[in-house]
């Protein structure tokens, strides 16, 4: 069982930077593949970045890559994920979650544990 919890959120112009952060609970967090996701309004629930239990392996959605980054510390159970040059676009509601998958995967259906989310407003 892996409990996740989410903050960092915020309202902030275009162009400028936010970090958001999962802290989770449960033993066996390094051995989870840790994704985020975001909800707009009206929108499906869609992939933004995952990375593996080492750290060395990510993946990111075509909309953020080059502007996301995500990271871990498997010593402090936490993910983050750096978020530069933000655009109106980006405005959702932030998911973090975790995944028994072996490699990464970028599906919601393959994660088994969702925190509540954080909101991110971006204003042009």
């Known amino acids: 069982q892996v409990q996740l919890v989410e903050s960092g959120g915020a309202s902030v112009g275009a162009g400028e930077s936010l970090r958001l952060s999962c802290a989770a609970s449960?033993?066996?967090?390094?051995?989870?593949?840790m994704g985020w996701f975001r909800q707009a309004p009206g929108k499906e629930r869609e992939f933004v970045a995952a990375?593996?239990?080492?750290?060395?392996?990510?993946d990111y959605a075509h909309s953020v890559k080059g502007r996301f980054t995500i990271t871990r510390d498997n010593a402090k159970n936490t993910v983050s994920l750096q978020m530069n040059s933000l655009k109106p676009e980006d405005t959702a509601v932030y998911y973090c979650?975790?995944?028994?998958?072996?490699?990464?995967?970028?599906?919601?259906?393959?994660?088994?544990?969702w925190g509540q989310g954080t909101k991110v407003t971006v204003s042009s």
């Open positions: 990375i593996n239990w080492s750290g060395r392996s990510t």
């Open positions: 449960g033993r066996t967090f390094s051995s989870y593949v």
């Open positions: 979650a975790a995944s028994p998958a072996a490699v990464v995967v970028t599906t919601p259906y393959e994660y088994d544990y």
